[in-house]
C-alpha cells in the first residue's frame, strides 16, 4: 500500500511562471490536505479538499493559489505568477473518510519548489 | 524589528540518555494534540497523540504529558538513539476543525 505521493519532488521555478504541484493520496483516502513549511518553521494549513470539493481554504492566499481534487486523477496544487517568497516545501496529507477532524492523516514526502 | 531567518530550538543529547522536548500551545479550544517527527527531506511522521481528557499517554519509547492549566507539552523519548535525530513538531486540533495547527519545531541531536 503506497503512502502518499507527490511529484514532483523538487520543482525550479523562474520568476513569472507557473508551479503544479501534485498529490495522490492513499488508497481510500478521500480527504487532502495542503501544508506549506518555510526553512526552520513549521507547517502551516493551505487547504483542505475533498473529492470536487474545497472544504477549507482559509490558510490559501487570496491571489495567484487554487487548489483542485477532481473525481479522478491527483490534486494539484497550482500557484501563478511565482515570485521568491513562495520558495518553500509543499506537503500534501490524506485521511480516509470518516475521520472527522482530519487527524489520522498521513503526510506526503513533499515538493520542494525553488523560485529564481 | 523582524527577525529573519529564525532558528529552530536545539536540544543536544547523550546517546542512551532520555530527552524531553517541550511545546506551547495558543488554543484553549484545541483539545487533540499530535507530535510529528520530521527527518532531513522528509515529510512529517506521526509519533504519539493526546486528547486532552488525558494528561499522560505512553507509546515505544515515548511519552507525551499534557498540562492543560499552562497549555503545556511534552515528548519524552527514552533511551534516545542516532535514529531519533530529527526536527519534532507538536500539533494542535480543536473540534470542528479539519486542520492541524503546528508549533515551531525544536531540533534534536545526538551525541555520541
Known amino acids: 500500500n503506497a503512502g502518499v505521493m507527490q511529484n514532483p519532488r523538487h520543482l525550479v521555478r523562474r520568476r513569472g511562471q507557473e508551479a503544479r504541484l501534485r498529490c495522490s493520496p492513499m488508497?481510500?483516502?478521500?480527504?487532502v490536505y495542503w501544508y506549506r513549511q518555510l526553512p526552520e518553521e513549521g507547517l502551516k494549513f493551505m487547504v483542505y479538499?475533498?473529492?470536487?470539493?474545497?472544504?477549507?481554504e482559509s490558510g490559501m492566499p487570496k491571489e495567484r493559489f487554487s487548489a483542485e481534487f477532481p473525481k479522478e486523477g491527483p490534486s494539484i496544487l497550482r500557484i501563478q505568477q511565482v515570485v521568491r517568497g513562495d520558495s518553500a516545501a509543499y506537503f500534501c496529507?490524506?485521511?480516509?473518510?470518516?475521520?472527522?477532524?482530519?487527524?489520522?492523516?498521513?503526510f506526503g514526502q513533499g515538493t520542494r519548489l525553488t523560485v529564481v | 524589528g523582524e527577525s529573519v531567518g529564525l532558528h529552530l530550538p536545539t536540544l543536544s543529547v547523550q546517546e542512551g540518555d532520555n530527552s524531553i522536548i517541550n511545546c506551547a500551545y495558543s488554543?484553549?479550544?484545541?483539545?487533540?494534540f499530535i507530535w510529528y517527527k520530521q527527518e532531513s527531506g522528509k515529510g512529517p511522521q506521526f509519533i504519539i497523540d493526546?486528547?486532552?481528557?488525558?494528561d499522560k499517554r505512553q507509546g515505544q519509547r515515548v511519552t507525551v504529558l499534557l498540562n492543560k492549566t499552562v497549555k503545556h507539552l511534552s515528548l519524552q523519548i527514552a533511551a534516545t538513539q542516532p535514529g531519533d535525530s530529527a526536527v519534532y513538531f507538536c500539533?494542535?486540533?480543536?473540534?470542528?476543525?479539519?486542520?492541524?495547527?503546528f508549533g515551531q519545531g525544536t531540533r534534536l541531536t545526538i551525541n555520541p
Open positions: 493526546i486528547r486532552s481528557n488525558m
Open positions: 488508497k481510500g483516502h478521500s480527504h
Open positions: 488554543n484553549s479550544a484545541s483539545d487533540y
Open positions: 500539533a494542535e486540533n480543536r473540534q470542528g476543525a479539519q486542520k492541524l495547527v
Open positions: 496529507a490524506s485521511s480516509p473518510p470518516g475521520t472527522p477532524r482530519g487527524t489520522e492523516a498521513f
Open positions: 479538499l475533498q473529492k470536487e470539493n474545497i472544504i477549507d
